[in-house]
């Protein structure tokens, strides 16, 4: 089973192939440095992955700039990527999500496609 940082990193480097080398360094950096605060809110269950890509808070609000960060960052990994595809962002956040939820660390809060929102 693949780890949290493991899919991050695997997002970002598919980022960095498929955008300008200036651009996707920056983000990947910075989601490498976001890497072990993201993984700490997930684990503690205070954020989930949603079922459009992003972290969603399922507790108490706190480290929201960290989450902000991350999804800020998610929403120009997953731009690109649409941009390069000939897709949507939006259909690339769902896709993403899949893959985060079959990927992710049992106890890991994860939305299904309805909405409704499980622990793994």
């Known amino acids: 089973m693949r780890t949290k940082g493991q899919i991050i990193a695997a997002a970002a480097l598919a980022f960095c192939l498929l955008t300008g080398p200036a651009l ?14 993201v993984t700490s809110l997930l684990a503690e269950g205070v954020v989930g992955e949603n079922n459009r890509g992003f972290l969603e808070f399922r507790g108490p609000e706190k480290h929201a700039e960290v989450v902000g960060a991350e999804n800020a960052d998610r929403t120009q990994v ?8 000939g897709s ?3 259909l690339v956040g769902q896709r993403r999500a899949d ?7 049992a106890g890991t ?9 499980y622990r793994k």
């Open 99 to 105: 893959h985060i939820a079959r990927q992710a660390p």
């Open 109 to 117: 809060w994860l939305q299904d496609p309805s909405g409704t929102w």
């Open 78 to 85: 997953y731009a690109a990527i649409a941009r390069q595809t």
């Open 88 to 90: 949507s962002a939006d």
């Open 24 to 37: 996707a360094q920056g983000i990947k950096e910075r989601m490498l440095e976001r890497l072990p605060a």
